[in-house]
């Protein structure tokens, strides 16, 4: 796992194995997997709530690594509900965004996870995986 700091573009969605995780499923985190759209390899990914990930805001903060209109295009995002804007502008479930690069551990390609997690109400917490995407580092 690991930030973004340069431009990139989405290329395609990948499916994730699971990508709701209910109070206990997440802990100690929740575990999926992803099929490498190039080669095929079965890749395994660990979300670790509180630990894994980058706020969301790094990648749009002034559309440094990734535009808003291309978050909402993608279906990556959502606009964030009036009521929890303190969560930022945009999220996915109405509840606090993160994201992480990793790379196929064969051959390497680039992919962007993005998840939310927390207290949807009270003793419901919440982990969902808004999905996995290919990038590429624009030139
Ligand atoms: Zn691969």
Redesign the pocket.
């Known amino acids: 796992m690991y930030s973004i700091s340069e431009k990139i573009s989405i290329t395609r969605k990948i499916s994730v194995e699971k990508s709701s995780f209910i109070n206990d499923e997440a802990l100690p985190s929740a575990i999926t997997t992803f099929s490498?759209?190039?080669?095929?390899?079965k890749?395994t990914i660990a979300i670790a709530p509180y630990e894994s990930g980058f706020p969301v805001f790094q990648l749009y903060n002034e559309d440094k690594i990734l535009s808003k209109d291309e978050l909402l295009k993608q279906g990556i995002v959502n606009k964030t509900s009036q009521r929890v804007l303190h969560f930022g502008e945009l999220t996915v479930n109405d509840l606090p965004t993160l994201y992480f690069g990793t790379d196929?551990?064969?051959?390497?390609?680039k992919y962007i996870c993005v998840f939310s997690y927390g207290e949807k109400q009270p003793g419901l917490e919440i982990l969902t995986i808004s999905g996995i995407w290919k990038y590429e580092y624009l030139k």
């Open positions: 490498c759209c190039d080669c095929g390899n890749n196929c551990t064969s051959c390497h390609s």
